[in-house]
């Protein structure tokens, strides 16, 4: 199973979703750009030649679908970069997400993956792993920007780029692609045959849970269908309204020097379906998203 040809034109992509505007408010806004910022840089998307049969398709379908070109248009419209950065599709051998101070690399091995996870739910399955890739890119940009800009972190920058991704896609209204994000995690701890303790990155299932209470606190009324035991626990999504705010806020505060306009992002991939099935069978169900009520608004690994 490979990413479906159906994502071939731009025109394809209109009548599977929306698109999207992000706006971040006044305080966003290009005329308050400090003139000091020096725009020299684009996001710019390249597709390695892969040797691997089984990647072939994928990678001509991640071509055709022009889905992460569009996003990087917008995305040379409206955040200002000191450099350059190739965002890189390519083979590796193993599935894996990386900044390395250059480029972001995406391997096809982690698409693939993606894409064998949703398999079982025949019925957004392709677009869940796109999900997933945007998921993957928009974490590996806030390394590229948190790098490139010296910007301020406190806590672990895995843990802050997590959060990162997660309000990017929120305040583009696509909670089901940080849903996707999330996914991945619950199926890597199931991978797991000892907790990584020593590793940067939080472990997997709580990275589920807080991207999780991300999109629930985003808009706890449109997600109130994820409280529950087989998905966010009542105890925990409590304070999921406060923490979203506050770390929005945060997120809105580090990129306002650095916007030229307000942040209008195409990351249209479908409308979400009713019920999606958790990798590794974490949980058999997802909750039904009340659609269109949701408010617009040098790192390793994923």
Same mark, same amino acid.
């Given at each position: ?7 071939? *034109? ?14 971040l ?5 290009? =005329? ?25 398709p994928?990678?001509?379908?991640l ?14 419209k ?14 590796c051998?193993s ?25 079982p ?42 959060e ?28 797991w ?11 997997d ?25 087989d ?9 999921c ?5 506050q ?20 990351? =249209? ?23 269109? *009520? ?5 790192? =390793?690994?994923?």
């Amino acid at each position: 199973m490979t990413i479906p040809r159906t994502l071939a *034109t731009a025109a394809t992509l209109a009548t599977l979703g929306y698109i999207s505007l992000l706006t971040l408010g006044n305080a966003l806004r290009g =005329s308050q750009v400090n003139a000091a910022i020096v725009d020299r840089g684009n996001v710019n998307i390249v597709y390695r030649p892969v040797e691997a049969e089984k990647l072939k398709p994928l990678r001509q379908d991640l071509q055709r679908s022009r889905l992460f070109e569009t996003l990087a248009a917008d995305l040379n419209k409206t955040i200002s970069l000191p450099r350059n950065v190739n965002v890189e599709f390519l083979e590796c051998g193993s599935a894996d997400a990386y900044y390395d101070g250059r480029a972001i690399g995406i391997c096809y091995e982690l698409m693939q993956r993606y894409v064998d996870r949703f398999a079982p739910d025949s019925t957004r399955s392709e677009d869940a792993a796109l999900h997933a890739g945007l998921f993957t890119l928009f974490h590996e940009l806030g390394h590229v920007l948190i790098d490139q800009w010296d910007l301020p972190v406190t806590g672990r920058e895995e843990d802050a780029v997590d959060e990162f991704a997660a309000i990017m896609l929120l305040e583009a209204d696509q909670g089901e692609a940080a849903l996707s994000g999330a996914r991945q995690f619950a199926a890597d701890a199931a991978d797991w045959k000892a907790l990584p303790f020593w590793d940067d990155h939080g472990l997997d299932m709580q990275r589920f849970y807080n991207v999780s209470c991300f999109v629930y606190g985003s808009d706890p009324k449109a997600w109130a269908s994820l409280v529950g035991d087989d998905w966010l626990p009542q105890e925990r999504a409590e304070s999921c309204p406060a923490d979203y705010r506050q770390k929005s806020n945060a997120w809105r505060t580090l990129l306002q020097p650095y916007l030229k306009q307000d942040l209008a992002l195409s990351v =249209s991939v479908s409308r979400p379906s009713a019920h999606t099935v958790l990798p590794q069978g974490q949980h058999q169900t997802r909750p039904t998203h009340a659609v269109g *009520t949701h408010p617009k608004l040098k790192s =390793s690994g994923r």
